[in-house]
Protein backbone atom coordinates (compact mmCIF):
# COMPACT_ATOMS: atom_id res chain seq x y z
CA UNK A 1 0.00 0.00 0.00
CA UNK A 2 1.17 3.41 -1.10
CA UNK A 3 2.20 6.04 2.38
CA UNK A 4 -0.60 8.18 2.87
CA UNK A 5 -3.55 6.15 1.13
CA UNK A 6 -6.28 4.63 3.54
CA UNK A 7 -7.86 0.77 2.77
CA UNK A 8 -10.52 0.29 0.37
CA UNK A 9 -14.08 -0.21 2.15
CA UNK A 10 -15.35 -3.34 1.06
CA UNK A 11 -18.66 -5.83 2.27
CA UNK A 12 -18.09 -9.18 1.40
CA UNK A 13 -21.03 -11.31 -0.01
CA UNK A 14 -20.40 -15.16 -0.51
CA UNK A 15 -21.02 -18.45 0.28
CA UNK A 16 -18.81 -19.93 2.57
CA UNK A 17 -17.69 -23.05 2.23
CA UNK A 18 -13.79 -23.47 1.71
CA UNK A 19 -13.01 -21.34 -1.39
CA UNK A 20 -15.06 -18.09 0.16
CA UNK A 21 -13.63 -19.48 3.87
CA UNK A 22 -9.82 -18.77 2.66
CA UNK A 23 -11.07 -15.63 0.74
CA UNK A 24 -12.61 -14.10 4.06
CA UNK A 25 -9.61 -14.97 5.79
CA UNK A 26 -7.35 -13.21 3.37
CA UNK A 27 -9.36 -9.97 3.64
CA UNK A 28 -9.11 -9.87 7.60
CA UNK A 29 -6.02 -10.54 7.25
CA UNK A 30 -5.35 -7.44 5.21
CA UNK A 31 -6.53 -4.68 7.51
CA UNK A 32 -3.81 -2.12 5.90
CA UNK A 33 -5.91 -2.50 2.39
CA UNK A 34 -8.77 -3.66 3.28
CA UNK A 35 -11.21 -2.06 5.63
CA UNK A 36 -14.30 -5.15 5.78
CA UNK A 37 -17.78 -3.12 7.24
CA UNK A 38 -19.28 -6.79 6.56
CA UNK A 39 -20.16 -9.90 5.02
CA UNK A 40 -23.08 -11.02 3.50
CA UNK A 41 -23.62 -14.79 3.07
CA UNK A 42 -25.83 -16.76 1.15
CA UNK A 43 -27.05 -20.67 0.34
CA UNK A 44 -24.65 -22.22 -2.23
CA UNK A 45 -21.70 -24.31 -1.14
CA UNK A 46 -23.79 -25.36 1.54
CA UNK A 47 -27.33 -24.28 2.75
CA UNK A 48 -27.56 -21.06 4.68
CA UNK A 49 -27.61 -22.10 8.12
CA UNK A 50 -23.99 -23.40 7.65
CA UNK A 51 -23.07 -20.37 5.61
CA UNK A 52 -23.68 -17.85 8.10
CA UNK A 53 -21.35 -20.38 10.79
CA UNK A 54 -18.48 -20.72 8.30
CA UNK A 55 -18.13 -16.88 7.75
CA UNK A 56 -18.34 -16.32 11.54
CA UNK A 57 -15.69 -18.84 12.54
CA UNK A 58 -13.72 -17.07 9.95
CA UNK A 59 -14.39 -13.93 11.84
CA UNK A 60 -13.03 -15.79 14.98
CA UNK A 61 -10.16 -17.48 14.02
CA UNK A 62 -8.89 -14.18 12.50
CA UNK A 63 -8.88 -12.17 15.62
CA UNK A 64 -12.19 -10.03 14.24
CA UNK A 65 -15.58 -10.96 15.98
CA UNK A 66 -16.83 -7.79 15.71
CA UNK A 67 -17.15 -7.93 11.60
CA UNK A 68 -20.62 -8.28 11.36
CA UNK A 69 -22.12 -10.93 9.44
CA UNK A 70 -25.84 -10.90 7.94
CA UNK A 71 -27.93 -13.59 6.74
CA UNK A 72 -28.84 -13.43 2.61
CA UNK A 73 -31.25 -15.68 1.49
CA UNK A 74 -31.61 -19.25 2.21
CA UNK A 75 -32.08 -20.46 -1.86
CA UNK A 76 -32.19 -19.34 -4.92
CA UNK A 77 -34.23 -16.48 -6.72
CA UNK A 78 -35.31 -18.59 -10.08
CA UNK A 79 -34.28 -22.42 -9.47
CA UNK A 80 -34.11 -24.81 -6.66
CA UNK A 81 -31.36 -24.83 -4.58
CA UNK A 82 -28.24 -27.03 -5.55
CA UNK A 83 -25.34 -26.92 -3.03
CA UNK A 84 -21.69 -28.58 -3.33
CA UNK A 85 -21.41 -30.85 0.13
CA UNK A 86 -19.56 -33.38 -2.29
CA UNK A 87 -16.39 -31.01 -2.54
CA UNK A 88 -16.22 -28.74 0.35
CA UNK A 89 -17.67 -31.41 3.15
CA UNK A 90 -21.07 -32.06 4.83
CA UNK A 91 -20.45 -28.27 6.71
CA UNK A 92 -19.13 -26.64 3.96
CA UNK A 93 -15.26 -26.15 5.51
CA UNK A 94 -15.29 -30.48 6.47
CA UNK A 95 -16.90 -30.49 9.59
CA UNK A 96 -14.95 -27.96 11.86
CA UNK A 97 -16.31 -27.21 15.26
CA UNK A 98 -17.99 -23.71 14.49
CA UNK A 99 -18.91 -21.51 17.49
CA UNK A 100 -21.91 -19.42 17.08
CA UNK A 101 -22.07 -15.79 17.78
CA UNK A 102 -25.43 -13.62 17.54
CA UNK A 103 -26.89 -12.73 14.00
CA UNK A 104 -26.94 -9.33 13.24
CA UNK A 105 -30.73 -8.34 12.44
CA UNK A 106 -32.05 -6.13 9.51
CA UNK A 107 -30.77 -5.82 6.07
CA UNK A 108 -27.49 -6.13 5.52
CA UNK A 109 -27.33 -3.07 2.86
CA UNK A 110 -29.14 -0.64 4.87
CA UNK A 111 -27.39 -1.28 7.76
CA UNK A 112 -23.75 -1.77 6.16
CA UNK A 113 -24.48 1.96 4.04
CA UNK A 114 -25.74 3.65 6.72
CA UNK A 115 -22.62 6.70 6.97
CA UNK A 116 -20.31 4.73 4.55
CA UNK A 117 -21.56 6.41 1.25
CA UNK A 118 -19.18 6.25 -1.57
CA UNK A 119 -16.26 4.66 0.43
CA UNK A 120 -17.44 1.27 0.14
CA UNK A 121 -17.30 -1.58 -2.52
CA UNK A 122 -18.93 -4.87 -2.74
CA UNK A 123 -16.69 -7.99 -3.51
CA UNK A 124 -19.06 -10.76 -4.04
CA UNK A 125 -18.16 -14.49 -4.83
CA UNK A 126 -19.15 -15.57 -8.49
CA UNK A 127 -21.68 -18.21 -6.59
CA UNK A 128 -23.40 -15.94 -4.25
CA UNK A 129 -23.86 -12.59 -6.94
CA UNK A 130 -25.80 -14.89 -9.07
CA UNK A 131 -27.62 -16.26 -5.79
CA UNK A 132 -27.71 -13.06 -3.89
CA UNK A 133 -30.93 -10.94 -4.08
CA UNK A 134 -29.45 -7.73 -2.63
CA UNK A 135 -27.51 -7.62 -5.90
CA UNK A 136 -30.59 -7.94 -8.18
CA UNK A 137 -33.15 -4.47 -7.37
CA UNK A 138 -36.16 -7.04 -8.33
CA UNK A 139 -35.31 -9.18 -5.94
CA UNK A 140 -35.85 -7.22 -2.92
CA UNK A 141 -38.60 -9.28 -1.47
CA UNK A 142 -38.13 -12.37 -3.21
CA UNK A 143 -36.72 -14.12 -0.14
CA UNK A 144 -39.49 -13.85 2.69
Known sequence: MLPGT???SIILDCDP???DA?????ALA???ELEVLGITTVA???PLEKTQRNARLMCDLAGRKAVPVYAGCPRPMVRNLVTAEYVHGREGIDGAEIPMRTLW???PFVALSRG???RCNLYASYSSAFRAPSLRARSRNSCR
Not at 22 to 26: E, T, Y
Open 116 to 118: VGD
Open 22 to 26: VAILL
Open 6 to 8: KPN
Open 30 to 32: SPE
Open 44 to 46: GNV
Open 17 to 19: GQD
Open 105 to 107: SGS
